[in-house]
């Protein structure tokens, strides 16, 4: 089974840091992974897919990059609003899916 | 709009079976990927089951043999048959659908399983 380790599991930062969270995969995945973004309570939501691509409708201060093992997910300029926790996912084994654990993000 | 509402979650005893709904609007249940995915108290997802819009249907191996994900074309609404629950089982559910293999675009709001004597 493919495995997803994320890291960190938790960060606080302040309005408008830059936040980085990466993700590892225990395998070359190309760029079959994706972010998602869960406030509490809620369902998740999909922001990143295919590695790189901003879902529609997904403001465009988040962003996606990597390929093959090592994924970064970023956002230039942390709001309020985002604070959640973030999952990424694979899909290179399909027909199943694996998450990783996920980084909670907080507010300085 | 696209909209998932899923129901039949709440406390059952370990052992015991359960079938929990997913009712669509907005789109075609049968034309997409539709998944169900897990998060247990305090942690984190973890996908369930997957029926693809061709009728093919896979699960992960937690759940393989106990669970069974289906449709039903008339009501545009996914099920998912759980049986033998076991406390490890407990968790929000949620319905999820996939446009492609790939992703999943829009989530319910999920239903609480707690499996519990």
């Known amino acids: 089974d493919i495995q997803m380790t994320q890291s960190p599991s938790s960060l606080s930062a302040s309005v408008g840091d830059r936040v980085t969270i990466t993700c590892q995969a225990s395998?070359?995945?190309?760029?079959?992974l994706n972010w998602y973004q869960q406030k509490p309570g809620k369902a998740p939501k999909l922001l990143i897919y295919?590695?790189?691509n901003l879902e529609t409708g997904v403001p465009s201060r988040f962003s996606g990059s990597g390929s093959g093992t090592d994924f970064t997910f970023t956002i230039s300029s942390l709001q309020p609003e985002d604070i959640a926790t973030y999952y990424c996912?694979?899909?290179?084994?399909?027909?199943?899916?694996?998450f990783g654990q996920g980084t909670k993000l907080e507010i300085k | 709009e696209v909209q998932l509402v899923e129901s039949g979650g709440g406390l059952i005893q370990p052992g015991g079976s359960l079938r929990l709904s997913c009712a669509a609007s907005?789109?075609?249940?049968?034309?997409?990927?539709m998944s169900w995915v897990r998060q247990a108290p305090g942690k984190g997802l973890e996908w369930v089951s997957v029926?693809?819009?061709?009728?093919?249907?896979y699960y992960a191996d937690s759940v393989k043999g106990r669970f069974t994900i289906s449709r039903d074309n008339s009501k545009n609404t996914l099920y998912l048959q759980m049986n033998s629950l076991r406390a490890e089982d407990t968790a929000v559910y949620y319905c999820?659908?996939?446009?492609?293999?790939?992703?999943?675009?829009?989530w319910g709001q999920g239903t609480l399983v707690t499996v519990s004597s």
């Open positions: 999820a659908r996939g446009i492609t293999r790939r992703y999943f675009d829009y």
């Open positions: 907005g789109f075609t249940v049968s034309s997409n990927y």
């Open positions: 029926i693809y819009s061709g009728g093919s249907t």
């Open positions: 395998q070359d995945i190309s760029n079959y």
């Open positions: 295919d590695a790189s």
């Open positions: 996912q694979q899909y290179d084994n399909l027909p199943r899916y694996t």
